[in-house]
């Protein structure tokens, strides 16, 4: 069975300051690995994948785990534009659209 | 480019209507999907299509067919409307990736359903 676990939140959280939250998978078919982001009402939007060796985009760091089966994103200086709920996807190897599994998402509230 | 388009963006339906959520991409992707999504629930995958002529079930394809008669298009239509179907409903498309399987999901901006 696929499942993908987040912590719902809402985590909130003071401008500048660092977050970060985890998603754990439940396949270890699973192969590649994306966090999104989906503000209020909007559609989801790819925000980075995750590779192995972890890998970073200006304030956000994405990390895997496979060993323990969990991928995590870290926020730093965080942002009041970086309120949104941020999703965790995972897919099997070459699982394709049907190979793809959502988390509930993970609500993050940045205060001013 | 336009990106994924969905309309309507709003529809209100009684019990037992039928309608067509519209669909297109102008990116030529291969992938086409459509999810629902509820509170409380990740995205579910409804049906999906590899290409043109060729769909498939996702999860929770009961009441909703789909066809994929052109690369840009996939319709998804409501048999029967029931109020279990209240939903969000996103489409997606993405290009095929290979072994790594589907890529990035690029979605459109949603229809809001309500079914009284």
């Known amino acids: 069975r696929k499942e993908v676990e987040q912590d719902p939140g809402p985590f909130n959280v003071p401008e500048g300051a660092t977050v970060a939250f985890n998603c754990t998978y439940s396949?270890?078919?699973?192969?590649?690995f994306f966090w999104y982001r989906q503000d209020c009402r909007k559609e989801p939007k790819l925000l980075m994948s995750?590779?192995?060796s972890g890998n970073e985009d200006g304030r956000f760091t994405a990390q895997l785990n496979r060993a323990s089966q969990y991928i995590s994103l870290l926020i730093r200086d965080s942002k009041l534009s970086d309120s949104a709920t941020y999703l965790c996807?995972?897919?099997?190897?070459?699982?394709?659209?049907?190979?793809?599994?959502f988390g509930k998402g993970t609500h993050l509230i940045i205060q001013p | 480019n336009a990106g994924v388009t969905q309309t309507p963006k709003f529809q209100v339906l009684k019990t037992g209507q039928s309608m067509t959520l519209q669909c297109a991409q102008d990116?030529?992707?291969?992938?086409m999907s459509w999810y629902r999504q509820d509170p409380g629930m990740g995205l579910r995958l409804i049906h999906y299509?590899?290409?043109?002529?060729?769909?498939d079930q996702g999860e929770v394809p009961n009441g909703y067919n789909v066809s994929r008669s052109t690369t840009e298009d996939f319709p998804l239509r409501l048999l029967s409307a029931a109020p279990s179907q209240t939903s969000v409903y996103f489409c997606?498309?993405?290009?095929?990736?290979?072994?790594?399987?589907?890529?990035?999901?690029?979605f459109g901006p949603g229809t809001r359903l309500t079914v009284l």
């Open positions: 990116m030529n992707h291969e992938y």
């Open positions: 995750v590779y192995s």
């Open positions: 299509s590899v290409g043109a002529g060729i769909t």
């Open positions: 997606a498309s993405s290009a095929d990736e290979g072994l790594a399987g589907t890529d990035t999901q690029y």
């Open positions: 996807v995972v897919n099997i190897l070459g699982g394709g659209a049907d190979g793809l599994t």
């Open positions: 396949n270890s078919a699973s192969q590649s």
